[in-house]
């Protein structure tokens, strides 16, 4: 469990810093008024859908560092065998960074006001996603026809679980880029696509990291390197 | 006395209006509808619906318990699915849905000054994804085999094996389905709550301003936000061990000299992540239940509450510490002794930010006006009851008493009281306190007083010998208790009695749903304001507060939640959206 407990560390610092900021020793019992000395206290001055996004994310982060905590917890049960990772998914990771430089482009196309960059970033962006989808079935595939069952080592439950989740939420990510995509070509408000954009920039980002997370994990690097901190520990 | 209103006189509200959404039909208006205030009605009957099976279903428990052998239908098998969908359903479908989704959903956009949550829409689809969830959890009832008997902990390897009702049905992957649905749905409802008392604040409305109310149900949601995803996971991977036999949890087992086909699985992964959920879980109910206690208390009792910020302080210093101790479930699971220690230590660490609470509300009453109404004996009956089971949890977060304590009807006897009766107190509290505010009239008194004294005291006559039986070696989760040596006859007799009472009790609750309902038409006209509160959902313009909650303009944010009583002024009360400064308020000593 060290794995969620460190994110979790990491959610308490940032939590306790803004709370840090919220002037929690005041005494309001002793002022009245409208507290304009602090009209910064009463919200903040980023959009509200990315702070709520911002908040999902580290949802969506607490669940892939479970996923993680688990792994690891199993993994030192004596019949784990690891499964050798396809090549495909060099090629899959590519696909997907150049998804999110897509999508990066697109967003600073946003702000510069751009329509036909930012109409360019998202369809590539939308394409290379699909591409990445496409590719993690096709390494399913391939490990399902070399004999690699889900069932027949942890190892391998582990492998589709986790990549099947993240898969899904890139698929949940394609419906609000689709969404901002129709918007761009349909004529959005021009602050309103440039805020659709960022979200997506900000999702597929956070995805893009958490992806190459588990790639770590599931190819053995992060265990190494956990020995590795264990042994400076000790 | 600090009178922050700037020299220059008061700058125009500068608060961003939001894009409401206006409903067009009554389809759009009462059942598929944006407004927080409708979902949260709908959040809470559909958690009433729901409770009210759980109620029934502890009542055949009870009926077994206290009379054994007498009814036929009561199987085993029968037994365990009741204790099973009892548990789960009150905890997570009741208690969790009624606080966050109800509660949450009418007062944190009132209180907090906002017109509506900050994402309507995906508000909306959380409610309907909460009732998809209780669907399936109802339909495990009708499917082939029954619901799951795997007690609500839903332990591997039993709770998917042929042994346990619903193992090798259909009743564990409704569970697990529903769950995953749930959590599904409460994460869209969580990501409102928090990013609303983020953003949707009102001009004034400093987070250190806030009603207690707010600041629980906003502590209690980023728990909750944080810990279902380890319920989520361990459902996810024990759904794929049943369905498609993979080893996440499942060891190498046989069954009925069958060896099965998993192999190496740890049983005790999934005793992790649960609890990891577990035990955040217990006060994602209690935070939403203290911190209304604490406006309540202070409402009624006239006062402003003692010790505002060492209250968020422990608000918020609890919700940290519950993420830390959720190992202390697992003693008897078998564990380095070390970590026992650790666990332990952090458990009864706890007692302080919660000791904390329980002085300031006390304090808080000290020297009060207290009006006995039917909100304050609640919060009174609350705080007896909640200390009780309080100190019944300091036995057993130690490692050796816990150990041959953990098994017995004392470890019932202690959740019941700190989790089950002291919410749900609160809960019926907060209703006869809100209702005049969600429908325009008041509750009636004579059934609310019958219902309050019933209840209090009926609970403490269920849930206090329990204790004894507990202490004597009586088990849990045994369907049949007859032939057992440590059963007296007192003991039986005591059972019986627990049983009868438990009736009681829960005729009592039939004559709450009566009240709730025959109010509606009959109660008497509460008017905007009855209890002369200070916070801003009493300040609504129309009583039902209409969609948009503030009329044209959104009020400012003047004073804290809490001036009751202030010397000098005209009335005992000042909401907070009333400018100017009356003498110096009361400070804590």
Redesign the interface.
């Known amino acids: 469990m060290s794995v969620i407990l460190v994110f979790l560390l990491a959610i308490a610092g940032f939590v306790g810093w803004w709370l840090s900021h919220q002037r929690l020793t005041a005494k309001p019992w002793l002022e009245q008024g409208l507290a304009g000395d602090f009209v910064a206290l009463d919200r903040s001055a980023l959009p509200t859908a990315k702070i709520g996004l911002g908040v999902f994310l580290a949802v969506v982060g607490c669940l892939f560092a479970l996923f993680t905590s688990a792994y690891f917890m199993r993994m030192a049960v004596s019949d784990w065998q690891p499964l050798p990772l396809p090549r495909l998914l060099w090629f899959n990771t590519g696909v997907l960074v150049l998804s999110s430089i897509a999508l990066q482009c697109a967003s600073v196309a946003a702000r510069r006001g751009q329509l036909d960059t930012v109409r360019l970033g998202l369809a590539t962006a939308g394409l290379t996603a699909l591409a990445f989808l496409v590719g993690q079935l096709m390494a399913w595939r391939q490990l399902t026809e070399d004999g690699y069952l889900l069932s027949s080592n942890p190892a391998n439950s582990f492998f589709y679980l986790i990549t099947g989740m993240h898969g899904l939420h890139i698929v949940g990510g394609l419906v609000g880029l689709g969404r901002t995509t129709a918007g761009a070509w349909n004529g959005a408000r021009p602050e309103r696509l440039r805020l659709g954009v960022e979200l997506c920039a900000m999702y597929w980002h956070f995805l893009l990291f958490v992806w190459l997370a588990i790639f770590a994990l599931l190819a053995g690097w992060a265990a190494t390197f956990i020995d590795i901190c264990r042994q400076l520990l000790t | ?6 020299a220059d006189g ?2 125009p509200a ?1 608060v961003a209006e939001v894009e409401l959404y206006h409903p067009h039909s009554w389809w759009t208006k009462y059942v598929f509808s944006q407004d927080a205030k409708v979902i949260a009605i709908q959040y809470s009957a559909t958690a009433t619906g729901i409770g009210l099976v759980a109620l029934v279903l502890s009542w055949l428990m009870r009926l077994q318990l206290g009379f054994p052998g007498t009814f036929d239908f009561i199987t085993p098998e029968a037994y365990y699915q009741f204790i099973t969908m009892h548990g789960m359903i009150m905890v997570i479908y009741l208690l969790t849905a009624l606080f966050l989704g109800g509660f949450g959903n009418y007062l944190i956009p009132l209180m907090v000054g906002a017109r509506d949550m ?2 309507p829409y995906v508000n909306m689809l959380s409610y309907w994804i909460y009732l998809l969830a209780v669907l399936v959890l109802v339909s495990s009832f009708f499917a082939p085999g029954g619901p799951t008997g795997a007690g609500w902990t839903l332990y591997p390897p039993q709770a998917i094996m042929s042994g346990t009702p619903g193992g090798q049905d259909w009743g564990i992957i409704l569970m697990l389905s529903s769950l995953i649905l749930f959590i599904i749905g409460f ?1 869209m409802g ?2 409102n709550y ?2 609303t008392v ?12 806030l009603p207690l109310t707010v600041w629980g149900i906003f502590t209690a949601t ?1 728990m909750a ?2 810990a279902f ?2 319920l ?2 361990a459902s ?2 024990m759904l ?1 061990d049943r369905v ?5 949890f499942m060891p190498a087992i046989s069954e009925m000299g069958e060896q099965l ?1 998993h ?4 049983p005790i ?1 999934f005793q ?2 649960f609890w ?1 959920f577990g035990h955040p879980e217990v006060y994602i109910v209690a935070l939403p239940a203290f911190g209304i206690v604490s406006d309540l208390i202070s409402t009624h009792a006239r006062k ?1 509450i003692f010790g ?2 060492m209250m ?2 422990a608000i ?1 210093g609890i919700g ?1 510490l519950s ?2 101790v959720w190992a202390h479930h697992m003693y008897v699971s078998g564990m380095h002794p070390y970590f026992g220690f650790f666990f332990a230590t952090t458990t009864l660490i706890i007692a302080i930010p919660t000791a904390i609470k329980v002085y300031n509300w006390v304090l808080t009453l000290w020297r009060g006006d207290i009006h006995l109404t039917i909100p304050m004996l609640f919060a009174l009956a609350f705080i007896v009851t909640f200390v009780n089971g309080g100190l019944t949890g300091l036995f057993l977060g130690n490692v050796v008493v816990d150990v041959p304590l953990s098994d017995t009807m004392f470890v019932v006897a202690h959740f019941h009281m700190v989790m089950g009766v002291a919410p749900i107190l609160v809960v019926f509290g907060a209703i006869y306190h809100w209702y005049p505010k969600v429908t325009g009239r008041m509750l009636n008194e004579a059934l609310g007083r019958f219902h309050f004294w019933v209840t209090f005291l009926g609970a403490y006559l269920i849930f206090f010998p329990m204790h004894y039986l507990g202490l004597m070696g009586v088990p849990r989760r045994y369907a049949e208790l007859t032939d057992m040596t440590i059963m007296t006859e007192s003991a039986h007799h005591l059972n019986s009695f627990i049983s009868i009472m438990a009736f009681i009790v829960g005729f009592a609750q039939m004559v709450f749903l009566f009240n709730l309902i025959w109010s509606i038409r009959h109660g008497r006209e509460a008017g905007g304001n009855p209890w002369r509160a200070t916070t801003l959902e009493w300040q609504t313009p129309q009583t039902p507060p209409a969609h948009g909650n503030f009329g044209k303009d959104l009020p ?5 939640a ?2 009751y009583s202030v010397p000098g002024a005209k009335e005992d009360f000042i909401p907070q959206n009333i ?3 009356f003498g ?5 000593a």
């Open positions: 006395m600090v009178d922050i209103t700037p008061i700058p500068e900050v994402f994460t969580g990501l928090v990013v983020l953003q949707g604040r009102t001009r004034g409305m400093t987070m250190m301003r980023v936000l944080l995803p380890a989520f996971v996810v991977m794929l498609l036999g993979t080893s996440f086909q192999n190496g699985g740890s992964l992790h992540l990891f402003n505002y910020r968020v302080w918020v940290a993420f830390v400012i944010v003047y004073r804290w809490y001036d400018p100017g400064s110096p308020s009361k400070e804590p």
